[in-house]
């Protein structure tokens, strides 16, 4: 507003000054450099924490200029005037954690926390080898932005060992929601809901009813391409809400009517289950067609939720080979969730006895109520005494997200250890039992 005005502050830097302090962190940000001297700084950007950090970071500074001679502004000044020394490419980057703690801990499962200088947890994970999982962080470069800069936060590494991978993975999950550490985010729903849907997959509500008893899905429109499905197989008109659940978009990019019954004509030549309109089982149709997608994907992918390829973004142009693909996508997606579902309301109350490959022990997870609540060795050859589920078909329980996120971490860990040779049953009753040769199939899809 006064340009004519000297401007009345004499400011400097903090990462200039940074830089010559400490030229060997990988990274000198305010959150990296807060973090480094023991300041809790939320990744959140905001202006008060980042004011309040600045100041915790300045008061530090101060005392190691002061270590090195500079304590006045002008001293600080020529400190500045100083070229600062650029490290050397491809340097190694310098952690201020010790190797020698990493490389210290055992070679066997559990769950490591990276601390603060300050105690704070900046990250849980888990390992099926504690050296091996740690050290992985610190040699090497690593493609994950924010790494570096949760690295140079690093002091302290605290481990808790457990007897499996497979718990190691549970207690991960447990330990990261009780905590919340900045830096863990894959574990962290963005919708605390669990959904259950209705037979016909057309609506979904938060509790289970006797309308919604499927489930429990993690999103609300998670089975809406099944429905869809079995509509189109039954001869409803290709309507635009059916169209949008179909292909499993958005309603602002579905495809037009024409290039959709274009695309579903390619379908009905590779399905013919899709081409016999007015099917008298369309519900049964359709999941059988969803059913030999999945299969037909299992190979391409291991995650419960693979991520999109760019032709199935939305913003482009549709034509009938992509509905087609969308439609393929779209329906065996959802009917890995239904089965998925179906799997975890199976464990909910279980015995579930596992051998890791190569190990040489069985391990039994008693799990009651969605919650593990004891883990011991045992033998694959182990046999629950009393049934642990209710005879007939019982409503579905009611799962919350801890309950949900708890089960689907011990199907994908199971469904690794059946993947990799290992062993794997679960028990639901003194004759009731899921051997491995049977649960491989099923969560080969789950």
């Known amino acids: 507003f006064e340009p004519e005005t000297p401007f009345p502050l004499d400011a400097v830097c903090l990462h200039a000054v940074a830089r010559r302090l400490y030229p060997e962190l990988p990274r000198q940000t305010i959150r990296a450099l807060a973090g480094y001297l023991g300041y809790s700084l939320e990744l959140t950007r905001r202006a008060l924490g980042h004011v309040e950090a ?30 600062a020394s650029a490290p050397p490419r491809k340097q190694k980057p310098k952690y201020p954690i010790l190797p020698e703690r990493y490389r210290s801990l055992p070679d066997a499962p559990g769950v490591y926390r990276f601390l603060r200088r300050n105690g704070d947890v900046l990250y ?44 190691a ?39 289970p009813s006797e309308q919604h008893r499927v489930g429990p899905v993690p999103a609300q429109y998670s089975l809406r391409p099944l429905g869809a499905l079995a509509e189109l197989i ?31 004509a390619e379908l009905a030549v590779r399905h013919r289950e899709l081409g016999a309109a007015g099917a008298v089982h369309p519900r049964k149709s359709a999941l059988a067609v969803a059913r030999r997608l999945l299969a037909a994907t299992a190979a391409k992918s291991d995650e419960d939720a693979p991520g999109e390829t760019s032709e199935a973004r939305p913003d482009r142009s549709w034509d009938p080979a992509r509905v087609a693909r969308h439609v393929e996508r779209a329906s065996a997606q959802a009917y890995r969730a239904y089965r998925r579902a179906r799997f975890l309301r199976l464990v909910y109350d279980s015995d579930v006895v596992f051998r890791e490959p190569g190990a040489t022990e069985a391990r039994l997870l008693r799990v009651r109520g969605g919650v593990v609540v004891e883990a011991t060795a045992a033998t694959l050859a182990y046999a629950p005494g009393q049934r642990l589920r209710p005879r007939g078909s019982p409503p579905p329980p009611r799962f919350d997200r801890a309950t949900y996120d708890r089960l ?39």
């Open 54 to 83: 600045t100041a915790f970071v300045w008061q530090r500074l101060v005392s190691e200029l002061a270590a090195r001679g500079v304590t006045s502004w002008s001293e600080l000044r020529n400190f500045l005037g100083t070229r």
């Open 124 to 167: 849980v994970g888990k390992a099926a080898s504690l050296k091996k999982r740690t050290s992985s962080h610190f040699v090497g470069r690593t493609s994950k932005a924010l790494a570096p800069e949760m690295l140079t936060q690093v002091s302290d590494i605290a481990v808790t060992l457990v007897a499996s991978a497979l718990e």
């Open 169 to 207: 993975a549970l207690l991960e999950n447990e330990t990261i929601k009780a905590l919340a550490p900045p830096y863990n985010v894959q574990l962290t729903p963005s919708d605390a809901s669990v959904w259950y849907a209705t037979p016909a997959f057309d609506d979904a509500a938060a509790t």
């Open 408 to 446: 689907r971490i011990l199907t994908t860990e199971l469904k690794r250890i059946a993947r990799d040779g290992g062993e794997v049953a679960v028990h639901w009753g003194p004759r009731r039992r899921l051997p491995a040769r049977h649960l491989a199939g099923v969560l080969s899809v789950v």
């Open 234 to 264: 039954a001869g409803a008109s290709p309507t635009p809400s059916i169209r949008s659940d179909a292909v499993g978009v958005s309603a602002m990019f579905t495809p037009d009517e024409f290039v959709f019954l274009a695309g579903w």
